[in-house]
């Protein structure tokens, strides 16, 4: 209640999704506790020659309809476990294997791969995205219906698949950084990405507001967008932007899909 009066763009609620958890496992669907440190002194990546763009693409744009195909597939839930660089990653896989078959491969990679055998991650205590794509790069990763997930990073390294093609172990290439390198990203570059190559994989910082999240512009407890925003502010979370709306008043705004099933949000 005390959210909803602080602000009018989105609904805060209970979420089913952190029903009966302790403030550690709520933690962890987060990545963990924030730390301390913040890098506040570094310059924020400027525009770039991409920012003449917004004139030339959609004022919305969202990979879950294109032409009334569904190039995200089904919702995930990483359950009680900080392997949200997991699904971030493997959700942009997944999405970029259906764009450039315009969905005629449907594949769904597995997250209890990268947790339990990827030597680049943390297993349940968090990862990178961007290291994800290197161990698919490196290493090449299997299937879902090879490796179910459980939650835990305790589970041995054992693929299994149910046919004699055996592990089957697929590659990525050019794991990238938008804009070169960290740090080199911004809004317009994000965008063009989005629209020409498919949904990209972000770190957000998620308050306690953030997992009351119900529906709405997320705008964080204030209630407004944060227009000094510090790129280099640490995150504790990934999550895929699928596209992006412009709201009736002009304000652009992302296209989120996390990773905490559909006891959180607006449930697709």
């Not at 699904?87 to 597995?110: N, P």
């Not at 994800?132 to 490196?138: H, I, M, P, R």
């Not at 997930?149 to 172990?169: F, I, M, N, R, S």
């Not at 950084?177 to 570059?189: D, P, R, S, T, V």
Request: some cysteine; hydrophobic content about 35%; proline content about 5%.
């Amino acid at each position: 209640a005390k959210l909803n009066n602080m602000q009018s763009s989105w609904a805060a609620g209970p979420s089913l999704a952190f029903e009966g958890l302790s403030t550690h496992e709520a933690q962890a669907m987060a990545g963990g506790t924030p730390h301390p440190h913040r890098l506040q002194d570094l310059p924020r990546a400027g525009a770039t020659e991409d920012k003449s763009f917004r004139a030339d693409y959609p004022a919305n744009f969202d990979w879950r309809n294109v032409s009334g195909q569904d190039y995200i597939g089904i919702m995930r839930d990483q359950l009680v476990c900080g392997s949200c660089y997991s699904f971030a990653a493997t959700g942009v896989m997944e999405s970029r294997t259906r764009v450039v078959t315009d969905c005629e491969e449907i594949r769904y990679f597995s997250n209890q791969d990268v947790v339990s055998c990827s030597p680049y991650s943390q297993g349940c205590s968090g990862g990178f995205p961007y290291l994800v794509a290197k161990y698919a790069n490196d290493h090449g990763i299997v299937e879902l219906r090879c490796f179910a997930y459980q939650w835990d990073d305790g589970v041995p390294c054992e693929w299994k698949c149910d046919d004699a093609t055996g592990d089957l172990h697929h590659y990525f290439t050019e794991p990238e950084y938008i804009g070169g390198y960290f740090g080199a990203c911004n809004e317009e570059a994000m965008m063009k990405a989005i629209y020409t190559e498919g949904p990209v994989a972000v770190g957000v910082m998620v308050t306690e507001s953030f997992t009351a999240y119900r529906g709405g512009v997320y705008t964080g407890d204030e209630g407004v967008a944060h227009e000094s925003v510090n790129d280099f502010v640490p995150t504790n979370h990934a999550v895929v932007l699928v596209g992006w709306t412009t709201e009736p008043d002009g304000t652009p705004t992302w296209l989120l899909r996390n990773s905490w099933g559909r006891h959180w949000g607006e449930d697709n």
